[in-house]
């Protein structure tokens, strides 16, 4: 029996973060700039990431600016 394996997922984890001056456009919430860091993988087995900042809510999540 043959298994193949299509999935492909990307995670997004906020590794920390700290609190800035503005708030969230959607809700009103606190900004904050987050360092954060996107994995994509294959079948479970993460074969590339990437770290970048951006300010996001702490409150709903958005994303209010990001740096590349
Ligand atoms: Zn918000």
Do not use: E, H
């Not at 029996?1 to 997922?9: G, K, R, T």
């Not at 906020?14 to 987050?34: E, H, I, L, Y």
């Not at 990431?49 to 999540?61: H, L, Q, V």
Request: charged letters at 20%.
């Amino acid at each position: 029996m043959a298994f193949f394996c299509f999935l492909v997922d990307q995670t997004r984890k906020v590794r920390s973060f700290k609190p800035v001056a503005g708030s969230c456009s959607r809700c009103g919430g606190g900004a904050s700039v987050a360092n954060m860091r996107t994995s994509t993988r294959f079948c479970y087995v993460p074969f590339y990431w990437k770290s970048w900042r951006a300010i996001i809510c702490t409150f709903c999540g958005a994303i209010l600016k990001s740096y590349r």
